[in-house]
């Protein structure tokens, strides 16, 4: 009964969200893999690892898809740039995956960590200019 909650309270998140906000679920979600899959090789998990591994290449597929390369100016430049990180990172977790190397999970997991945290940050910053723009078109409006 709780996985039914919790998949329709997953499905509600997704289905209401921005899309930053969905770059920002699947970097929170790609991380989880990574941790899971480093559990699963230190434990000896293999088949967990494998799995966990799995969704990490999936996930990070999405990433790659989502990236707005011929996109003009910033958002282009952003994606160019960040495609070949994301692009090593998938090769790794081929080689994590083949050879059942707990480092090349962890060395994935530094890579992405500072990206996912400059992404929530960015998210973080942008709903603080939408709201002052928001108090600042109020301010207007009775001024």
Known sequence: MQSAGYDAYQRIQTETATPGQLIAMLYDAFVRNLWQAEEALETSNLQGAHQALLRSQDIILE?????????????????RQIAPLYEYIYRRLIDANIRKDVLAVREVRALILPVRDAWSEALIQTARDDAARVR????????
């Open 136 to 143: 600042l078109g109020k301010a207007k409006i009775s001024g």
């Open 63 to 79: 990433l790659i898809s989502s990236l707005e390369v011929k996109a003009e100016g910033a958002v282009g430049d952003v994606a």
